[in-house]
């Protein structure tokens, strides 16, 4: 499986390939969407431009093409919003053909109505990924976007791995000489809902939903009636000065049988994360997937994975439940 980080800076393309990750996602807001829609219509889910979430100018991504040509670290840029207006889609259009003449040939999609219409009209041969975003989460769905021209599906945060494996196999089945690439969540803001369905703002004024404190347990462990503490302020503050990995979401006890579900690439949230944070989110996640290599079996990949990359216990802030 390959790593997939994302990226807020051209800065960040440099340190990030040389920690480990295998390519990147990224955002860009061009001035003449700023200029017709603002942030009312989010281009890419992150209505953001005062920090590293995006990245800042056409020549900073004239600048980011040098760097993939140079590194073959590719860069896929992200159009998942979740719908736009009808005199967006040709903006968009032209967007996507002067980004891809400029060396950037992935895109990320969240609207099944853009996919229609690019399908339509796209005149350059640019690869599709779907966004978590469009919540497929059956072979039904994946058959109309694979339809449509998608090239990899990228699962939501709700799909179990025991899920992928079943939407995975069907494929594999129906369409054994035309195979798609499969991208699962791994690391990072693990979000209480589900992508297609959230109308949070991710913006510089508000924080979004996502970030409300909350605590994730098992129903059947725990008398709901009863449990009534939240994180308080000093938990709030403790978790940004003592850095764990994987404190805002954690799949590595999953990667044994995302693996095995046929996942071919695991994403790294890190947008808007500290440099030196995800510098050392990808090399830790490149740790584990090395750990996973040499495991003989599922119990002795999380033995050693937990004993080698958490000093004293994880974050418990799991993506995936699987049996210790």
């Not at 994360?273 to 995800?278: G, H, K, R, S, V």
Request: glycine share 6%; with cysteine.
């Amino acid at each position: 499986m390959k790593i997939t980080a994302g990226l807020g800076s051209v800065d960040d393309y440099l340190p990030y390939v040389e920690a480990g990750a295998d390519e990147f996602f990224c955002g860009y807001v061009p001035y003449e969407w700023m200029k017709n829609g603002g942030l009312t219509y989010p281009l890419n889910r992150r209505e953001v431009l005062y920090y590293n979430v995006q990245i800042g100018s056409e020549s900073e991504m004239e600048i980011l093409a040098a760097l993939v040509r140079r590194k073959k670290k590719i860069v896929t840029v992200a159009l998942n919003g979740l719908f736009y207006a009808p005199h967006q889609y040709p903006m968009i259009e032209a967007l996507i053909k002067r980004l891809f003449h400029m060396g950037f040939s992935t895109f990320i999609v969240g609207d099944m109505a853009l996919l229609v219409f690019l399908k339509k009209n796209l005149t350059v041969p640019a690869e599709i990924h779907v966004s978590g975003e469009m919540s497929e989460s059956n072979h039904i769905m994946i058959d109309e976007m694979r339809s449509l021209g998608a090239k990899r599906i990228i699962f939501h945060r709700k799909v179990t791995p025991q899920e992928m494996k079943s939407c995975i196999d069907y494929q594999k089945m129906q369409y054994p000489k035309q195979p798609l690439e499969y991208e699962a969540f791994a690391l990072n803001e693990l979000c209480h809902f589900t992508g297609a369905f959230c109308s949070s703002l991710h913006c510089d004024e508000l924080a979004p939903a996502c970030r409300l404190p909350y605590r994730l347990i098992r129903t059947e462990q725990a008398d709901i009636l009863n449990y009534k503490r939240q994180p308080d302020q000093a938990d709030l503050e403790n978790a940004v000065e003592n850095f764990v990995l994987g404190q805002s979401g954690c799949g590595l006890c999953a990667l044994w049988q995302l693996r095995d579900a046929g996942i071919t690439h695991i994403k790294l949230v890190s947008r808007g994360n500290y440099t030196a944070d995800t510098i050392e989110d990808i090399r830790q996640l490149k740790n584990a997937l090395n750990i996973l290599e040499k495991s003989t079996c599922e119990k002795d990949y999380k033995k050693q994975m937990k004993s080698r990359l958490f000093a004293n216990d994880c974050s418990h802030n799991c993506y995936y439940i699987t049996e210790n």
